[in-house]
């Protein structure tokens, strides 16, 4: 925790998840009996980080403080918060916390839960004294599940990343969706650098190692807004940029005199004399020890997670509903035997519970069946229900004589007396009606109200 901060960024809206999030920060989507920003947390915890800087929307840091004061974490939390009305992308929010970075550092999402270990990672960025290098998990997690509301087809965001198979180097990474019905290598990318590996179904976990020099140049470069989209493709790019040679006994200064433009990103690389002669007279780290990789000095790595690891990103409703399904069944795996699927503070009344998740202050009532579902805090299921394969997300309530299989009842929503709902999406905030009679539906508030395009 000494040679590296971390950093977690939470001040995402959740525009993926529109049909479960409503106006709640998507860092606090309840995800068994805990909180989503409280898993990255924990991961950090457990790799023996003490301090960790939380970037946030200003308008939430106030209830996201609440909600993780009432989690398990040992943890000295920095809140930097960045301006509710902005428009601030992952690159913009670590631009805007520039002056609290004093080393290398990590960044992590609010939204990654996974029980890998960043050792591997860390150790690669070391070994290879890389600028960056970004752990990869496989996809799929979310492939059998199958989503409530109108049946439609899901597809999957995909990368493209090519990865170098000697040295696990970088070449790139870009969205599968800006990749035409032919990918078109660059000639740069295969020649004198070995084989090539290029990979559509790896998912990118949204967790990088970073050198402290990066974000002094993404400081200057306020044109990126992303740091997956944008920034890091950029970085990774540069991977192919030379020092100038070197032109008489001691051209130190004239080295530093040519890289010393603010938008070169040479300038921002520590590079001193000692450095020149130890790249041309060692094999210093391991990527200069491989012919065809002497000079880089920007580099960037790929390490991929062990493929029995658990790593998914809660980015999409079903991935969110997906990991909720199966967290009992990897819950100990996950994040060992000291936390509780029921947390100390949840009030179960039921007799006839099974295979339940629990998160704090939700009240379950007697007289209730209640099957393989996930309960979110502050919810009040009453008497005489029946609940199967469901989640019911934080303070919404269901009132007696439901019957509730295979849906998601939104934050806040409201489900009256005698309501039988099979395979439905419940919006946030949505009332709905006694005796409603439902299958296979997405009913939310948003079908109340008509867009006008103003021009």
């Not at 989690?71 to 690159?91: E, H, M, Q, R, V």
């Not at 990749?179 to 004198?192: S, V």
């Not at 905030?429 to 006008?452: F, G």
């Amino acid at each position: 925790s000494c040679e590296f901060q971390a950093v977690v960024l939470a001040g995402g809206r959740g525009t993926r998840l529109p049909e479960v999030l409503g106006d709640a920060p998507k860092c606090l989507l309840p995800v068994g009996p805990y909180p989503l920003i409280w898993y990255p947390l924990n991961m950090l915890a457990k790799h023996n980080f003490t301090e960790v800087i939380v970037v946030v929307l200003e308008q939430d840091k106030l209830e996201v403080q609440l909600a993780l004061e009432r989690t398990p974490l040992k943890l000295k939390i920095d809140f930097a918060t960045i301006p509710s009305d902005s428009d601030f992308g992952t690159a913009d929010s670590l631009r805007y916390i520039y002056d609290k970075i004093k080393a290398d550092f990590l960044v992590v999402s609010c939204d990654i839960v996974t029980n890998v270990s960043l050792y591997p990672l860390i150790n690669k960025f070391r070994e290879d004294d890389a600028a960056m290098a970004l752990l990869l998990f496989k996809s799929g997690f979310e492939s059998d599940v199958v989503m409530p509301g109108p049946k439609s087809k899901h597809k999957p965001e995909r990368d493209m990343i090519g990865i170098h198979t000697q040295t696990d180097q970088l070449a790139f990474i870009f969205a599968a969706s800006d990749c035409e019905d032919t990918l078109n290598i660059q000639r740069h990318l295969l020649k004198n650098r070995g084989q090539l590996d290029v990979y559509g179904r790896l998912l990118d976990a949204h967790i990088y190692v970073l050198k402290k020099w990066v974000i002094s140049y993404l400081h200057r470069k306020d044109n990126f807004s992303t740091l997956k989209g944008e920034f890091l493709p950029h970085l990774i790019k540069k991977q192919h940029v030379r020092r100038a040679p070197k032109t008489g006994p001691d051209t130190t200064s004239e080295i530093v005199a040519t890289i010393k433009q603010e938008d070169n990103i040479l300038h921002y690389v520590p590079h001193t004399a000692l450095d020149q002669k130890i790249t041309q007279t060692s094999l210093f780290n391991q990527s200069l020890s491989h012919a065809p990789y002497h000079g880089d000095i920007v580099r960037c790595y790929a390490v991929q997670a062990p493929r029995e690891a658990l790593g998914v990103r809660v980015n999409t409703t079903l991935s969110f509903l997906a990991l909720n399904k199966k967290l009992a069944s990897i819950w100990t795996e996950l994040v060992g035997e000291t936390h509780p699927l029921i947390a100390p503070g949840a009030i179960v009344k039921s007799t006839q519970a099974k295979d339940i998740i629990a998160a704090d202050n939700a009240k379950l009532s007697e007289k209730t069946s209640l099957n393989c579902s996930v309960f979110g805090a502050n919810c009040v299921v009453h008497p005489k229900n029946i609940i199967a394969n469901s989640i019911i997300m934080s303070n919404a309530i269901v009132d007696e004589g439901c019957n509730i299989s295979n849906c998601i009842i939104g934050h806040r929503a409201h489900v009256k007396r005698g309501s039988v709902l099979s395979n439905c999406l419940i919006g946030p905030n949505y009332v709905v009606e006694e005796d409603t009679k439902s299958q296979a539906v997405h009913l939310s508030n948003a079908d109340q109200y008509m867009e006008i395009d103003i021009q």
